[in-house]
């Protein structure tokens, strides 16, 4: 199964979400998944990549041209190079089988915006689970409801994410085939 994971690239972000990437990518792993992210060499990205290829699984990174400086070519097991951002989130949809994101900033909630509108416009039938660590996405999970509330977001919306509050319940959402995601 090709996993794509949408995270911090932040050297500064707190322990707490660098053992869910640590835990996360050494489940990858070892269930002989592939993790697809955006290639970097930074934060949450490079210890996920890095604890998957550690387990024995594929890494593939998708990244920008101008952000090559940044890829961490020693865990890739096979690097994509793209235009731009835009170009990355496209390959990124298009390859993966399931999303999973971990706490980030203006990037991941790009990628996560991303995958949800064109949930909503029938583009891909693709599940993402977002992983509330700490409580991470807690008020982005309540605006998405007071939008759903105020009739901005069909309810629908709801059946094309999950929320996981740790890494071993997100993963048991992906196992699980008979999951209402």
Known sequence: MNICVFCSSSNDIADVYRKDALLLGKKIGEKSHSLIYGGA?????????????DAGGTVIGIVPDNLRKNTEQKVLDQVFFVADLAERKEMMIEYADVFIALPGGFGTLDEVFEVLALATVEAHDKKLIIVNTNGYYTHLLA?????????????????????????????????NENTAL
């Open 143 to 175: 605006h998405i409801e007071h939008s759903i509330q105020e009739k901005a977001i069909n309810a629908s919306l709801q059946k094309t994410f999950a929320v996981a509050n740790s890494i071993g319940e997100c993963f048991s959402l992906i196992e």
């Open 41 to 53: 060499n930074m934060g949450l990205m490079q210890v996920c990549a890095t604890a998957v290829r």
